[in-house]
Each structure stands twice: as C-alpha cells, then as structure tokens.
C-alpha cells in the first residue's frame, strides 16, 4: 500500500503563483510515475502533468510554459510550480502514483487540495 499526502494549495489572485507538494509513504518500491490531476465541479477529471521514474515529462497543453512539474526520487515526492495562474485553473489538485509489482499494476491517490484562483 502506498500513502500520498499533498500540500500547498491555497487562494491566489490571477497571476499568482503556487507550489503543490506530495509524499509518498508505506511500499513505495517499484513507483513508476507520479502526477498531478484537477477536477472541477461539473467537469471530469483531467491530467495536468506527470514524470517517470526515468525522468520522463508531460503535461497538458492547457499548463503548458506555466506548470513545472518536479520529482525527488529519494524522497518519492512530487512537486507541481504553477505560475501565472488563471481562473480555468480553480480545481481540487489530485496526486497521483502508478506501482508494477510482479506484472501487476496499482494506483494511487491522495485526498486532493484545493486550488482557488481568483479574478
């Protein structure tokens, strides 16, 4: 089993910037990739960025040249810089954890924080 707790989120005005943070606990051996994720009320739940193990990055092209997501591999925790944020940002962040143990794969989520961007 594999804890994340996430941090840092929190109201900012429209171009402000936030930084969110998530540690993994318990058998975290094996963790392939973490990630973030945002839903808004009404919406469905939406990728906004991940990084493999190797170093590997996406995010989607909505938070592109604003987002940077970073990963402690030591520390089995994630970072996500968001600057100049825009309202169409305002979700509950979700992070998220992919394990491969014995050619099965697990996932895991954390309890979310709110981000709030005011105009």
Do not use: H
């Not at 707790?5 to 993994?24: D, I, K, T």
């Not at 600057?83 to 697990?106: F, G, H, M």
């Amino acid at each position: 089993q594999v804890q994340l707790v996430e941090s840092g989120g929190g109201l900012v005005q429209a171009g402000g910037s936030l930084r969110l943070s998530c540690a993994a606990s318990g058998s975290i051996s094996r963790i392939n990739a973490m990630g973030w994720y945002r839903q808004a009320p009404g919406k469905q739940r939406e990728l906004v960025s991940t990084v493999t193990s190797g170093g590997n990055i996406n995010y989607a092209d909505s938070v592109k040249g604003r987002f940077t997501i970073s990963r402690d591999n030591a520390k089995s925790t994630v970072y996500l810089q968001m600057n100049n944020l825009k309202p169409e940002d305002t979700a509950v962040y979700y992070c998220n954890a992919q394990q491969s143990l014995t050619l099965r794969r697990y996932e895991y989520w954390g309890q979310g924080t709110q981000v709030t961007v005011s105009s």
